[in-house]
């Protein structure tokens, strides 16, 4: 199992992989493996390569690049959340579930 580090720069300097390509691609499968590779807004479980790493804050709404703003998602919840308010989307989609509480001690 890969370690979960902030960012993919952690990766390049413990020296877990030598190129930055890698380090991105550790980074996001460390994402997916620490969430038991479920879609944290549906709780579906995929395959790796079928989830794709959503932004809890949208980065066109000043959302950073790091761990504790990244979640995995399947390709329909990623896009159909968007850059919409996650919360309130998830809310409005699947009504109260215990994953927004996974999600809430994620991001704080
Ligand atoms: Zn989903």
Known sequence: MTPLLPNPDYYLHNLITMTSSESKRLWRRAIKEHFNCQCVYCGGTYELQQLTIDHVRPKCKGGRDIAS????????????????????????????????????????
Request: charged share 30%; glycine share 4%; hydrophobic share 30%.
């Open 69 to 108: 703003n990244v979640v995995p998602s399947c390709r329909r919840c990623n896009q159909e959340k968007g850059s919409k308010n996650w919360l309130d989307w998830m809310r409005s989609t699947f009504g109260i579930t215990d994953r927004e509480h996974t999600i809430l001690s994620h991001i704080r």
